[in-house]
């Protein structure tokens, strides 16, 4: 008994040493991170030429208030290079969303995975299409067939909350008719 205790417990102090020890999750790759402004994010974007950042005419501006998408394609500038096509979007001149996509020619799907193991732990969640990781501020998600992507979890969170739209009246009472089928 006292055996099977003291192994019990040894697997449960390695299993904390291991979080412990495990990295806090990034804002970002590259120096590009989540909450800079737009002008610190084009900066950033034109100091690192692997993300193939042409200037101004890579920001386009989207349907909404004070939304901006980067949209960078690095596939003709840097063939060799790890990095395809990657999306920078803000909100409120801040951003808020990173999605990286990978070259399956210099990187595979699982060596990413488990490079991310390694430095940040086990993800909090695991499917065959998707592993996130995720604290408070950041969710982190390497994204089949091979996509990393960052979210600022707080602007996240106020964008849908602003996207429910409230029922008219019409809506409401058809909905009532419909389920007193």
């Known amino acids: 008994m006292k055996k099977a205790f003291f192994l019990l417990s040894f697997f449960a102090l390695a299993a904390l ?19 800079m402004s ?19 005419r ?10 901006v998408l980067i949209e960078t ?15 920078f979007q803000f909100y409120q001149e801040n951003l808020y969303s ?12 699982y060596s990413v995975y488990t490079a991310l193991v390694k430095k940040y732990g086990e993800p909090n969640d695991f499917s065959p299409e998707r592993s996130v990781w995720k604290n408070d501020s ?29 029922k008219n009246g019409w809506e409401v009472t058809r909905e009532m008719f419909l389920n007193e089928l």
């Open 98 to 109: 990173i999605i990286i996509n990978l070259n399956p020619e210099r990187v595979d799907h």
């Open 17 to 35: 040493s291991f979080e412990a020890f495990a990295e806090a999750l990034p804002k970002g790759y590259g120096g590009v991170e989540l909450g």
């Open 138 to 166: 950041v969710t982190m998600s390497l994204e089949r067939p091979l996509s990393l992507k960052y979210t600022d979890n707080k602007t996240l969170e106020d964008l849908s909350q602003k996207s429910l739209v409230q």
């Open 38 to 56: 737009l002008d610190q994010a084009k900066q950033a974007l034109k100091s690192k030429s692997d993300f193939g950042y042409n200037g101004d």
């Open 58 to 67: 890579d920001v386009s501006l989207l349907p909404g208030d004070a939304r």
């Open 73 to 87: 394609d690095s596939r003709n500038t840097q063939r060799h290079g790890f990095l395809t096509q990657c999306w």
